[in-house]
């Protein structure tokens, strides 16, 4: 059964930085593509980028370049998302998923993050 | 890349047929037969419900069938059920060197 767990809800302040986690199972974590959603309080879903674990191919959204990085360590399945200086605008539902040709076939649960002072 | 566009809300009754509308431009839903649409119940995680603009996958139940024309794509869900209540998001593959662009989501209430 193919599986991605997310790392837990997460409380910042604005300044810090974060790293979030989504390990994959039941697939072979390197042929295919995974990648980040966020979705805001109220709001729709927005592709952030996606990385294929196999070579490291990483592409991101305009709207997210520059503002988040998106790795992974294929040694233990492990996709992650992280940023440097979180803003109270990051304060979001952010969805790893993984992807069959373009449809996103699986999602994870979902981490809650939080930046508030 | 700009969100594709989606009626706010739609409604019906149980036993009811709505449809959603998607609509983008020739750059996306209109350039290639890559829609996918995806059901997202309150606190959930959203669920793939059509992919390659009228395929379902394996367990989602044929009351929901998608179709394309143009630059606008739709999501018809025939027999309305109270579980059907939830959001709505289309999404389409937009060229090998863009990310897919999601849709504005759509609210289907069952009255």
């Known amino acids: 059964e193919v599986q991605l767990v997310q790392s837990g809800a997460e409380v910042k302040k604005p300044g810090e930085s974060l790293k979030i986690s989504c390990k994959g199972s039941?697939?072979?974590?390197?042929?295919?593509?995974i990648g980040w959603v966020r979705q805001m309080p109220g709001k729709g879903l927005e592709w952030m980028g996606i990385?294929?674990?196999?070579?490291?191919?990483?592409r991101y959204s305009p709207s997210f370049q520059g503002q988040v990085t998106i790795s992974a360590d294929k040694s233990i399945s492990t996709a992650y998302l992280q940023w440097s200086s979180l803003k109270a605008s990051d304060t979001a539902m952010y969805y790893c998923a993984r992807l069959v040709d373009t449809a996103i076939y699986y999602w994870g649960q979902g981490t809650l993050v939080t930046v508030s002072s | 890349q700009s969100a594709l566009t989606q009626p706010r809300s739609v409604s019906g009754s149980p036993g009811q047929s709505v449809t959603i509308s998607c609509t983008g431009t020739?750059?996306?839903?209109?350039?290639?037969?890559?829609v996918s649409w995806y059901q997202q119940h309150p606190g959930k995680a959203p669920k793939l419900m059509i992919y390659d603009v009228s395929k379902r996958p394996s367990g989602v139940p044929d009351r929901f069938s998608g179709s394309k024309s143009g630059n606008t794509a739709s999501l018809t869900i025939s027999g309305l059920q109270a579980e059907d209540e939830a959001d709505y998001y289309c999404c389409s593959y937009a060229g090998s060197y863009t990310l897919d662009v999601f849709g504005t989501g759509t609210k289907v209430t069952v009255l």
């Open positions: 039941g697939y072979s974590f390197t042929s295919y593509w």
């Open positions: 990385i294929y674990p196999g070579d490291s191919d990483t």
């Open positions: 020739s750059s996306d839903v209109g350039g290639y037969n890559y």
